[in-house]
């Protein structure tokens, strides 16, 4: 059975950061696609930043230059490092990986403040 687990969540003032961790049970990491999604209260659910299996990364052109996606295969872990951080990122963020199915965690809050 996969599951994910996001954790590193919470309040942080505008200029902060925070750093965002999945961990997974059941699928390794560094054999798909992952990424990290968020969605703020009233929107839809949009991509952050993804990384491939090979490591080439992606990301939303409201948080390139301040987000960054990693992955930790000894750990099957991947993380999103959030530097910078506006009012408008407030919202919570999942994990998501595929193999021949999308796989999502819980998700986890993040709130920053003005």
């Known amino acids: 059975q996969v599951q994910l687990v996001e954790s590193g969540g919470g309040l942080v003032q505008a200029g902060g950061s925070l750093r965002l961790s999945c961990g997974a049970s059941?699928?390794?990491?560094?054999?798909?696609?992952s990424g990290w999604y968020r969605q703020a209260p009233g929107k839809q659910r949009e991509m952050v930043a993804t990384?491939?299996?090979?490591?080439?990364?992606n990301y939303a052109d409201s948080v390139k230059g301040r987000f960054t996606i990693s992955r930790d295969n000894v750990k099957n872990t991947v993380h999103l490092q959030m530097d910078s951080l506006k009012p408008e990122d407030t919202a919570v963020y999942y994990c998501?990986?595929?193999?021949?199915?999308?796989?999502w965690g819980q998700g986890t809050q993040v709130t920053v403040s003005s």
């Open positions: 998501k990986t595929a193999s021949y199915r999308e796989y």
């Open positions: 059941g699928i390794t990491f560094s054999r798909y696609a």
């Open positions: 990384i491939s299996s090979l490591g080439s990364t």
